[in-house]
Nanobody
Framework: QVQLVESGGGSVQAGGSLRISCARSGFTGSTCMGWFRQAPGKEREGVAAIYTGGGSPNYADSVKGRFTVSHDNAKNTVYLQMNSLEPEDTAMYYC???????????????????WGQGTQVTVSS
């Protein structure tokens, strides 16, 4: 059974940093892994995505230069390092996985089959 479990969220002041993690289980091999977020009253939006078999990550314009997505295949974990956080980054962050694609898109995440429960990130001004 495929499972994704996020961790590492929390509260931070503007300008600070957080790293959130997504532990994967129930499948092996290379996959598309995406990070998405949803703030109250807003639609879900893609933040970053990476193919764990290699290649360049994909980032939303709003986080380029501030966020970095990475993966550790030995630990079956994907990370999102978030620097220079802004109040606008406040949201529930979700990890998503898609096994059958090598093209890891963002958008609203409709291509992704598996989702975690989310971890809250709150940035205060």
């Amino acid at each position: 059974q495929v499972q994704l479990v996020e961790s590492g969220g929390g509260s931070v002041q503007a300008g600070g940093s957080l790293r959130i993690s997504c532990a994967r289980s129930g499948f092996t091999g290379s996959t598309c892994m995406g990070w998405f977020r949803q703030a109250p009253g807003k639609e879900r939006e893609g933040v970053a995505a990476i193919y764990t078999g290699g290649g360049s990550p994909n980032y939303a314009d709003s986080v380029k230069g501030r966020f970095t997505v990475s993966h550790d295949n030995a630990k079956n974990t994907v990370y999102l390092q978030m620097n220079s956080l802004e109040p606008e980054d406040t949201a529930m962050y979700y990890c998503a996985a898609e096994i059958w694609s090598r093209s890891c898109g963002l958008g609203r995440g409709n291509m992704y089959t598996y989702w975690g429960q989310g971890t809250q990130v709150t940035v205060s001004s």
